[in-house]
């Protein structure tokens, strides 16, 4: 995108803005940072501010965009149809092609995360490396206060050698006719928590033929978040075909940020060359949290250990109804404690903000995290419950070390996988 | 910047334009400097500061007001009160509230609902306008009707002199007759005479039940006279809105939600109270709007209906946008009795001018708005936009009315308010300014014309 079509974009999006102020109502960065740049019509006027000529700044600028969670909620919630969201992705696209993304974010997200070669290389070094960083991060504490991103990493759970997509065979073959169901597993489940892939197949495969294809990879939401729009078409296209070539009835995936980029975003990221293809794929594509809603039986409540839930919609289930409300019913049926925060309410784990702003993404944590504190209560047997791999990251590196963080699928089923694998 | 504290005080090129606009559309020279308010020492510093170097201040909540209240006209200093948003005191038996101004009205509205009350004053930017931006511009909304406007629910105040004097008026009870009532002289007053740092609202009761009537007329003027009916049936409504043959044009043909074929006009009546009155009163007034010729009725009894109901009332905005890329907003308020007469007047003016001119609002307490839809990049669209404003003030004036019922002068409406205002009424509020504030620091250029430049045009 080059300054003149940025300049056109710019214009189209804000003819409708009334500057009435309701996106800056339900902003998740302006309510931790009560300034008009924190909401979407400040940012949007930053933008028209630029392209007007009477904004130089361009690094300034740049940095101002990494200060959204590009959750949408401006764009849901406009009187008027102003698309925020999607012009602030581009603007962070633009911005990336001149340069100001940082050497960093260029690397991973544009060299490293398309290649699967490199990516697995990485990831193999990070396994080998992680034990070196965390005991880094202990001996000189002050190192996280330098690179605020750095906040928690040593909470992460171990990488592993072989990713959950490596380790499981391609197919497992369920009752004959049953409906096959592909799971798109994400990089969080593959190199995280495999054990929640693997409580996933476990319940499945008495019902249903499951399929893990093994060229899938990253679904594309960090580059496409920071900029990097062709490598996430890159990684969308690989994500594509294999997912098409398993022939499945519902592809799963257990992370909301994963299911909001296949369902949602991946029509309008491939273009109408390959509208058919997405059509078909998106239509399948399912959060493990709906599924679960609309497939009880599938997943009987085991005993567990847990006492109290506190639940975070992640930002991209919240328009799924079934699939936000599905931890409630679960905690209904089990008999459980439970509490939502703030409606809506964001965790600040999104659109790389952790790693671009990590002192804006920390703040918009801290309302939440006080809630969670006052509904533990310091009780022992209190679990944070999000179905998104992204929130998942967040809460670990924020909460205090030990306190189980879990997906609405291992509240119910951890039981049982301990004793299967 | 000392008095402020370095890390509350932002001056980039950035920032700077982030506070050179609002929802009024129209925009200002960039401030020099925007200072975070953090609590009343660093404010009073500040003004005290300001005062003796003569910069210009301008407070400034959400900056959702319509009439430019928060934008610095000569650079200066931009108060950025939106941090200071914590609730104090939220007191169920004394039903009063204590805030600070970044309070949203929304926060206020949900914290009260805990305890079964509310704050009645609604502006229609009540999701994000803060309640500091509200008293300044003593803010109305579709409520008024029943409830009245913001000033009606102010008890006290604590606010900052331009020297950096702190005072309070008023204080926590309903009566209060103790000296001059300073309250109601600060709000309203546009950021001009002090800056607010803490306010006790008073709260009402959260009613039981609520109902609303989507009428559609044949006609505007049937459907203005429909008003005055209501407004003579006994039954208080707790919103009275209307909407004209434009404006429903302009609906059915943006907003998707179904108008019906014959409708030229439409009227909204909203009741809240005990289930029982609800009941009774939705099917009086059904009645009463059938006999004043509607030929389309639909009733909402519950919450959700009722907001459905709504939805027609708040398509308005969205919709009128897109018929023009430009639109001078105006508020214009009449008696109750000359609101069929005003609508008349407006249609009349309308044909006259050439552009597509929206009438709607708050007809039951005769504060109209009228939307002028013109093309803002051709110069003499403008120019023609702002006589056709002109004349829908002095339309109103003539019926005994105001320029401004709810939006305020700020720096928009500031050419005309000497149409209404007569010159020692002016001299007056010219006086208590230079009073209040001597140096002539707080919003400058806002609410009403400087004494200098009222003698230059005398």
């Known amino acids: 995108m080059n300054a003149e079509s940025l300049r056109s974009r710019v214009e189209d999006v804000l003819r409708p803005c009334a500057g009435c102020g309701t996106c800056q109502s339900i902003c998740p960065v302006y309510a931790a940072h009560p300034w008009e740049g924190g909401s979407a019509r400040g940012k949007l006027h930053a933008l028209r501010a630029f392209v007007h000529g009477n904004i130089h700044d361009e690094v300034a600028l740049a940095r101002l965009m990494d200060e959204c969670m590009l959750c949408g909620r401006c764009t849901d919630q406009c009187p008027n149809g102003v698309e925020a969201k999607a012009l602030f992705r581009e603007a962070r696209a633009f911005f990336a092609q001149r340069g100001h993304a940082g050497k960093i974010a260029e690397l991973a997200l544009e060299r490293l995360l398309p290649s699967s070669g490199l990516f697995r290389s990485f990831m193999a070094a990070g396994f080998a490396g992680k034990p070196v960083l965390d005991a880094l991060l202990r001996q000189f504490s002050g190192l996280a206060l330098r690179f605020p991103a750095l906040t928690g990493v040593e909470r992460m759970p171990k990488l592993v050698a072989r990713s959950f997509v490596e380790r499981m065979p391609t197919e497992l073959a369920g009752p004959k006719g049953a409906p096959r169901i592909a799971i798109f597993a994400g990089c969080v489940t593959s190199w995280l928590r495999p054990s929640l892939g693997e409580t996933l197949v476990h319940a499945l495969q008495r019902h249903y033929t499951v399929i893990i294809p093994k060229t899938q990879g990253c679904c594309g939401i960090p580059a496409l978040s920071g900029g990097f729009p062709h490598a996430a078409k890159v990684l969308m296209l690989r994500n594509l075909a294999a997912l098409l070539a398993c022939k499945a009835d519902v592809v799963l995936t257990p992370c909301a940020s994963c299911t909001h980029m296949l369902a949602h975003e991946m029509q309008a990221l491939l273009g109408e060359e390959f509208d058919n293809e997405a059509n078909d794929i998106a239509a399948k594509v399912m959060d493990v949290t709906r599924f679960m809603a609309e497939n009880r039986p599938v997943f009987p409540a085991a005993p567990s250990s847990i006492k109290k839930l506190f639940i975070h919609t992640p930002c991209h289930l919240r328009k799924d109804v079934a699939g936000a409300n599905m931890p409630a019913a679960l905690a209904e049926t089990m008999g459980l404690e439970y509490a939502h925060h703030a409606p809506g309410q964001c965790c600040g784990g999104g659109a790389l903000v952790p790693m671009l702003q990590p002192v804006v993404s920390a703040n918009i944590c801290a309302a939440p995290l006080r809630d969670f504190a006052a509904f533990k209560n310091d009780s022992a047997d209190c679990a944070l419950v999000t179905s998104c791999n992204g929130c998942f990251v967040q809460w670990t590196r924020l909460l205090p070390a030990g306190t189980p963080i879990l997906h609405p699928l291992e509240v119910c089923c951890s039981n049982r996988v301990k004793t299967c694998l | ?458």
Not at chain 2, 111 to 130: E, I, V, W
Not at chain 2, 241 to 249: G, I, K, W, Y
């Open chain 2, 1 to 458: 910047m000392d008095a402020a504290g370095s890390e509350h005080c932002r001056f980039s090129e950035t920032d700077k334009a982030l506070y050179a606009y609002d929802a009024s559309g129209d925009s200002r020279t960039p401030p020099d400097l925007v200072i975070r308010a953090v609590d009343t020492a660093q404010i009073s510093r500040v003004l005290a500061c300001c005062s003796k170097l003569g910069v210009p201040v301008t407070p400034r909540g959400a900056a959702t007001g319509l009439s430019g209240g928060c934008l610095p006209v000569r650079g200066g200093v931009v108060l950025d009160m939106a941090g200071m948003n914590r609730i104090l005191d939220l007191h169920a038996a004394d039903m009063v509230a204590v805030v600070q101004p970044g309070v949203v009205n929304r926060a206020l509205q949900n914290a009260a609902a805990a305890h079964g009350l509310f704050f009645p004053p609604d502006p229609a930017s009540l999701d994000s306008s803060t309640l500091g931006g509200n008293l300044a511009e003593n803010a109305g909304g579709p409520k008024a009707v029943k409830y009245g406007v913001t000033r009606d629910y102010v008890l006290g105040l604590t606010a900052v002199l331009a020297d950096g004097r702190v005072f309070r008026t008023g204080g926590r009870t309903i009566k209060n007759v103790a000296g001059y009532d300073l309250t109601s002289l600060l709000v309203g007053s546009e950021g001009t005479l002090a800056v607010i740092v803490e306010a006790v609202l008073r709260l009402a009761p959260l009613p039981e039940s609520q109902a609303a009537l989507n009428a559609f007329f044949p006609s505007t003027y049937t459907a203005a006279k429909a008003v005055q009916k209501v407004l003579h049936s006994g039954v208080r409504p707790v919103a009275l809105e209307f909407l004209d043959t434009a404006t429903l044009a302009a609906i059915a043909e943006h907003s998707g939600l179904h108008i019906p074929q014959n409708a030229k006009a439409m009227v909204l009546v909203a009741v809240d109270g005990s289930p029982e009155s609800t009941v009774r009163h939705t099917a009086l007034l059904e009645t009463l709007l059938r006999e004043a010729e509607a030929v389309d009725i639909s009733r909402a009894d519950s919450p959700a209906a009722c907001e459905q109901a709504w939805k027609v009332r708040r398509a308005v905005g969205p919709s009128v946008r897109k018929l023009a890329p430009a639109c001078i907003a105006e508020d214009i308020v009449v008696p109750l009795g000359s609101i069929a007469d005003m609508v008349e007047k407006i249609q009349h003016l309308a044909k006259g001018s050439g552009f597509p001119i929206c009438c709607y609002g708050h007809a039951g307490d005769g504060n109209l708005h009228v939307n002028l839809m013109y093309d803002n990049t051709k110069p003499e669209d403008c120019k023609a936009a702002w006589s056709t404003a002109e004349q829908v003030f002095a339309a109103a004036l003539q019926m005994n009315g105001s320029i401004s019922g709810e939006h305020g002068i700020g720096s928009v409406k500031l050419p005309y308010l000497a149409m209404q205002v007569d010159p020692v009424t002016l001299e007056l509020m010219q006086k208590i300014r230079q009073t209040l504030d001597p140096a002539g620091i707080l919003n400058p250029s806002k609410g009403i014309p400087a004494a200098n430049a009222a003698e230059q045009s005398a």
